[in-house]
């Protein structure tokens, strides 16, 4: 009796093992159609043309609205015309938390807008450089 309870546990096993594989999915959220090519996996994008950020997983924008952080499946009114296919994009691939805002003065002067450029500082050597708006796609955008 226990030589068949045995085999049936190992039948019952192999049959369950063989249905149980789970495929695990490391995307961190489906990135917008409005986002480049080839994005780079984050939580965040910051949007420097409008001071704003965009939540991946949550498919939110993240702006200021009477000088609270609001969140918004929509841009704001004065920026509905935004071309969001040709602006600049940068993923914060080293921030994790639900409020990526709270570094806003750091990416605002990190990624300060000059004209038409944008003046990215690089704080670990103290160079800067500058990325033109509008050249080749994906230049300057993943940083």
């Known amino acids: 009796m226990k030589t068949i309870r045995t085999i049936l546990l190992l039948i019952v096993l192999s049959f369950s093992s063989s249905k149980a594989q789970v495929a695990v999915n490391v995307n961190i959220g489906t990135p917008p159609v ?9 939580q965040y994008y910051f949007l420097p043309d409008i001071d704003a950020y965009y939540d991946v997983p949550a498919a939110r924008f993240i702006y200021i609205r009477n000088g609270v952080w609001y969140r918004s499946p ?6 509905r015309s935004y ?8 993923f914060l691939t080293d921030y994790r938390g639900n409020a990526p805002y709270t570094y806003y003065k750091a990416h605002k002067v990190k990624y300060k807008k000059s004209g038409n450029y944008y003046v990215v500082r690089d704080h670990d050597n103290g160079k800067h450089k ?14």
């Open 34 to 42: 409005w986002a480049p090519v080839n994005p780079v996996a984050s």
């Open 74 to 79: 929509n841009l704001p009114d004065r920026h």
């Open 83 to 90: 071309n969001l296919r040709g602006g600049k994009i940068i």
């Open 130 to 143: 500058g990325h033109g708006k509008g050249k080749s796609k994906g230049k300057g955008r993943n940083h």
